[in-house]
């Protein structure tokens, strides 16, 4: 088993960033994509994941739950308190994200709410009462933009990256949801690399109905399947928030350009004085300086950019980092 915060060799990090690119893809497809054997992919592959280095999962689509309410919150607390202020919102299940900002007095957490009575009862009552919170601004998630759900750190090219989506299922999207595809997302959101025949078992239908609807879901943006990984692991050390105001009318045009970038893990649409996050991961800072240079100020309809840096990660894609609480 890696030890904790080890960063990975070459060989493991193109695993890695396989694995986040296309989550469910075979042993024998990252063996094809990387030029390896597949017995070298389940050889070092399979540790990684049994350590909890690698963890598959799976997040929902909001566009296709209308209940869920998709809400950024940045929430300013007292520094002496910043910690157990961001385990107790990693421990709720609607928080996707928890990440401390870089002041230390600031969190950001991405929720997928149950509906209006669980909105209110976080911004009307909950936070109200939570004594160290100074104050927090609350962001409506629009659109997310799809274009970095095979995101893979920058360390695959784009051939490679390419033959990985040749794997990814085409099938169109479902028509409307079934209560066997309920049971799939939650089997999923479990294990996202879940076996046919287990999701099957969970979902009391066969393994080849599981696998027919699943490639309705994932092919048709129902959900989406994600790795968690700690990116310092393959040598990325700087991690960011940018809060962007875009003209309006270039708002869907910049969101799916940015969402394309090797180096933006995650775009999103938001309600607030900024309409655009964009999750930003770069080796180092220099690599963050040249992002925002070269990348971000070539876009014209672009008027503001406010740059929060992440201490840490408490949570992510669902999933609490290790020894973060």
Excluded at 196 to 211: E, F, I
Excluded at 250 to 257: A, D, F, P, Y
Excluded at 269 to 288: E, F, I, K, M, Y
Aim: charged share 20%; glycine share 8%; aromatic share 4%.
């Amino acid at each position: 088993m890696e030890k904790a915060g080890h960063q990975l060799n070459e060989t493991d990090s193109r695993i890695a960033a396989a694995m986040l690119a296309s989550p469910r893809a075979s042993w024998r497809t990252v063996g094809r994509v990387l030029g390896v054997s597949e017995r070298t992919v389940v050889r070092r592959a399979a540790p990684l994941f049994h350590g909890g280095t690698l963890r598959a999962t799976a997040v929902r689509n909001p566009v296709w739950f209308p209940e869920l309410i998709p809400l950024a919150l940045r929430i300013r607390c007292r520094p002496n308190r910043i910690s157990a202020i961001a385990a107790t919102l990693a421990r709720r299940p609607d928080t996707l994200w928890v990440d401390v900002l870089g002041g230390g007095d600031e969190i950001c957490t991405i929720l997928f709410l149950d509906g209006p009575d669980a909105r209110n009862a976080l911004l009307l009552r909950d936070l109200p009462a939570t004594p160290a919170v100074r104050s927090w601004t609350s962001h409506v998630l629009l659109r997310v933009f799809p274009a970095g759900f095979d995101w893979s750190g920058g360390l695959l090219s784009e051939t490679e990256l390419t033959s990985l989506r040749q794997d990814l299922p085409a099938a169109p999207a479902p028509s409307g949801l079934l209560p066997v595809d309920h049971q799939l997302i939650a089997g999923l959101t479990e294990d996202g690399r879940a076996s046919y025949t287990d999701l099957a078992r969970r979902a009391d239908t066969t393994p080849v109905t599981a696998r027919r609807r699943l490639e309705a879901l994932v092919g048709g943006q129902v959900l989406r399947l994600a790795t968690e990984v700690d990116l310092a692991r393959l040598g990325i050390r700087t991690e960011a928030l940018l809060w962007i105001t875009v003209a309006p009318g270039r708002l869907e045009e910049t969101g799916q350009r940015l969402s394309r970038h090797p180096q933006v893990r995650f775009a999103s649409a938001t309600t607030g004085p900024a309409n655009l996050l964009v999750a930003v991961a770069a080796a180092d800072l220099d690599a963050l300086y040249h992002f925002l240079s070269d990348t971000v100020g070539a876009l014209t309809h672009i008027s503001t950019v406010e740059v929060t840096p992440l201490l840490t990660g408490v949570k992510r894609t669902g999933l609490v980092r290790p020894g973060s609480l």
